[in-house]
């Protein structure tokens, strides 16, 4: 019996041949963010080596990384593409999750609950926060209660396709391949790409964010963390309890975790204006940097550095001790700009 063929057997096959996978839609159970959450590691780059001749010589270890750590990376994160090509998110750009086409990631829905932050979350998914920020475009700088959030299961973001967008067009913005998107998406030229479909792009940084975010990222890396390997914070800046008289008073930088004796490196290249005794910080050290920045490393055992000397980034300086108004050893770390104290933790 002769075959025939027709419109309806090649349907089947079209539907055959882009069958299989779904983009999963579910409840995370994981926890999520609040930005401000103490104990947040944060990550060192690779400092200079260069240390004073008097002091003995300890070389800084090699930096853990932020992929591996899920640490909060000090490393400068600003955008893979940036001028044009960034776009600040609106109301209006948040993700439809039910216009994504992508087979090759699941997305699961997260509301963020008291005490948690973006960076343990990104962990908890094996993700990174620009990939957080890449599947939801408008999240605020700030955590808030109870706010459903995107996670994907794999690094990359979300994009809805825009009138008059085309292949091109995405691939030179993200720096990515025709290719690549075409195949995370399965487009096809009988399944071809339309305005409101959300696109799964891979292994990219966002180019769609609150200016909040923008800004960090722009100043993020202008500081190392002062010492050769991570850190977490115990005190961060602004109003806190005082721990010797329980009233609130103004921090003004943040405490970081460290035992007796540990090396205090130099954050950033300057030249030291002040080294000694200094009230309520016990030893202290300040250093001038460009553009009117100070930084200031207190409560030290030992002081290397002298007043004059210039320094490079990684210079050994001190020792983290437990002079002047504390309650252990640590280090107190401050950042001033102008005179006028800053919260660190965005600069480094």
Not at 14 to 19: K, N, Q, V
Not at 145 to 150: A, E, H, I, S
Not at 324 to 335: A, C, M, N, Y
Not at 338 to 344: E, H, L, M, T
Request: one cysteine or more.
């Amino acid at each position: 019996m002769p075959f025939y063929s027709n419109r309806h057997f090649w349907v089947f096959v079209l539907f055959c041949a882009t069958a299989g996978g779904f983009f999963v839609l579910s409840r995370h159970s994981a926890n999520a963010p609040n930005s401000t959450s103490p104990n947040i590691l944060i990550t060192p780059v690779v400092m200079e080596t260069l240390v004073p001749t008097s002091a003995p010589t300890v070389m800084p270890s090699a930096p853990v990384s932020a992929a591996s750590s899920g640490a909060v990376s000090s490393a400068p994160l600003t955008p893979t593409v940036t001028g044009s090509a960034y776009r600040e998110a609106t109301d209006a750009d948040v993700i439809d999750l039910k216009k994504i086409r992508s087979k090759d990631a699941a997305v699961s829905v997260h509301s963020v609950e008291s005490g948690e932050n973006y960076w343990i979350l990104a962990k908890q998914a094996n993700i990174d926060l620009y990939t957080l920020i890449g599947a939801n475009p408008t999240m605020p700088f700030k955590a808030a209660l109870n706010k459903p959030l995107n996670i994907l299961s794999r690094k990359g973001v979300l994009h809805t396709v825009l009138p008059d967008e085309t292949l091109s067009k995405l691939a030179e913005e993200y720096q990515t391949s025709e290719k690549i998107i075409r195949d995370a998406n399965g487009i096809h030229w009988w399944h071809p790409m339309k305005t409101g479909d959300v696109l799964f792009i891979p292994n990219v940084r966002p180019l769609l964010m609150v200016k909040e975010w923008k800004d960090y990222f722009s100043k993020r890396g202008m500081f190392n963390v002062p010492f050769s390997k991570g850190a977490s914070w115990t005190r961060g800046f602004g109003l806190k309890v005082d721990p010797f008289t329980g009233e609130k008073r103004e921090h003004t930088g943040i405490d970081l975790r460290a035992k007796y004796g540990d090396p205090v490196y130099a954050s950033k290249k300057g030249k030291v204006i002040f080294t000694g005794v200094a009230g309520g910080y016990g030893n202290l050290i300040k250093i001038a940097h460009e553009h009117g920045y100070v930084t200031y490393y207190g409560h030290l055992s030992k002081i290397y550095a002298k007043v004059g000397q210039k320094v490079r980034q990684g210079t050994l300086i001190g020792r983290v001790g437990a002079t002047g108004r504390v309650t252990g050893p640590h280090l107190h770390f401050e950042i001033r700009l102008n005179g006028k104290p800053v919260d660190p933790l965005p600069l480094i």
